[in-house]
């Protein structure tokens, strides 16, 4: 486990500046390096702000959008072109404008796809899909994603494991089906926090004063189960990205002076 670091921004908007600079440099870091990179997308309004973010950045053509890997942390289980699903928001936000290769964008499969209203099935398969992509060098049945990002949410929720529920629990599998979710829809598909925890680097967003208990509580050693953010970091690096306004609960401590 890694300890988590806290970067805080002004407000909502240079955060989601300050995050889409900080992923360019990662990703082109890590295509220099290793010849591709592997991000996974969160839903969620500060994961779509920073993909808004990214699409202005002029340092945007610095990264080559043909070497990239998409994945989702998670999906709202609806129909395939439903404006609420968050492949749907994240390709009005930035996909739709960059050269990616097709092939390497790995949507969560929708409700009317080929498991039809199945949350189970569409979770299997997304986990076999990631198993296809990890390598001899990885660690378990999925790639090392260089940055995987979270939105948090104000009960501690991140991608769609909500506090005591089944998903948040679950130690074998790296997709589940989620039902009964306390946001809506209710029916969603999301990686595991041992999926999460397979990535370079964890990144989790939060803006706003109704997420300051949230990430008080999640980063001041609270359990997973009751508080899913706290379960969720990265092998080399978990860094939370937040307004003032999201770590006005924080322990002064937890982070620099400096960084707000
Ligand atoms: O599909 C979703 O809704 C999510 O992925 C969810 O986990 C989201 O990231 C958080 O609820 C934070 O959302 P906001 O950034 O909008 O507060």
């Given at each position: 486990m890694t300890t988590p670091q806290?970067?805080?921004?002004?407000?909502?908007?240079?955060?989601?500046?300050?995050?889409?600079?900080?992923?360019?440099?990662?990703?082109?870091?890590?295509?220099?390096?290793?010849?591709?990179?592997?991000?996974?997308?969160?839903?969620?309004?500060?994961?779509?702000?920073?993909?808004?973010?990214l699409a202005e950045a002029p340092a945007r053509d610095a990264v080559d959008w043909s070497r990239l890997d998409l994945w989702w942390g998670d999906e709202r289980f609806l129909p395939e072109g439903d404006p609420e699903r968050n492949v749907i928001q994240a390709r009005a936000a930035l996909l739709d404008a960059v050269p990616l290769d097709p092939a390497r964008v790995h949507p969560m499969p929708a409700s009317d796809g080929p498991f039809g209203h199945d949350v189970d099935a569409a979770a299997e398969s997304y986990a076999e899909e990631l198993a296809r992509a990890a390598g001899p060098y990885d660690h378990g049945p999925v790639p090392t994603f260089d940055v995987l990002m979270l939105g948090v949410g104000p009960d501690t929720h991140v991608a769609s494991l909500f506090p005591e529920h089944p998903g948040v629990r679950e130690t074998e599998r790296t997709v589940v089906g989620v039902r009964g979710a306390p946001k809506p829809p209710p029916t969603r598909v999301s990686l595991t926090l041992p999926a999460i925890r397979a990535a370079r680097e964890v990144w989790l967003l939060a803006a706003g004063a109704d997420k300051a208990n949230a990430a008080a509580i999640a980063l001041s050693g609270a359990g997973e189960i009751q508080a899913p953010a706290a379960g969720a970091y990265g092998r080399g690096r978990t860094l939370w990205l937040l307004d003032r306004a999201a770590a006005a609960q924080l322990p002064k401590q937890l982070y620099p002076l400096a960084s707000a």
């Open positions: 806290v970067v805080v921004h002004r407000d909502k908007e240079l955060m989601a500046q300050a995050a889409a600079a900080r992923l360019i440099t990662k990703v082109v870091d890590a295509q220099a390096a290793r010849g591709s990179a592997s991000v996974v997308l969160t839903g969620g309004r500060n994961g779509n702000a920073l993909l808004a973010a």
